[in-house]
């Protein structure tokens, strides 16, 4: 299974970006889909989830200013980002896990993994 993430760049405070995370190859229709940030010397965390219902989660960090969306019959998924903080700064990856619904666990423990896009946030 091979996830590519891309989208990532550098933006001003306030600015938006759009993630993209492809999957050739694989059908995402069964797949809980996470987006994940991480910064140097800190944790890997979840700041997104979609399950394959269409049920979504958000961390509270960044509920309201980001969506998750997926595309099944372009096996992509995509992360909305707007209002966009310098705090928002990482690389950010995605993963995929037929472990449903979305949690930690599964992702970590059977989830397949794209490499990091990286976002900055500056002026």
């Known amino acids: 299974v091979q996830l590519q993430a891309s989208g990532g760049g550098l933006v001003q405070p306030g600015g938006s970006l759009r993630l993209s995370c492809a999957t050739p190859?694989?059908?995402?229709?069964?797949?809980?889909i996470g987006w994940f940030r991480q910064v140097p010397g800190k944790d890997r965390e979840r700041i997104s989830c979609i399950n394959p219902d269409g049920r979504t989660n958000y961390a509270d960090s960044v509920k309201g200013r980001f969506t998750v969306s997926r595309d099944n019959a372009r096996n992509t998924a995509y992360l909305e980002m707007n209002s966009l903080k310098p705090e928002d700064t990482a690389n950010y990856y995605c993963?995929?896990?037929?472990?449903?619904?979305?949690?930690?666990?599964?992702?970590?423990?059977?989830?397949?993994w794209g490499q990091g896009t990286l976002v900055t946030v500056s002026s």
């Open positions: 993963a995929i896990t037929s472990r449903t619904p979305c949690s930690d666990h599964a992702f970590f423990l059977s989830g397949y």
């Open positions: 190859g694989t059908t995402l229709d069964y797949y809980a």
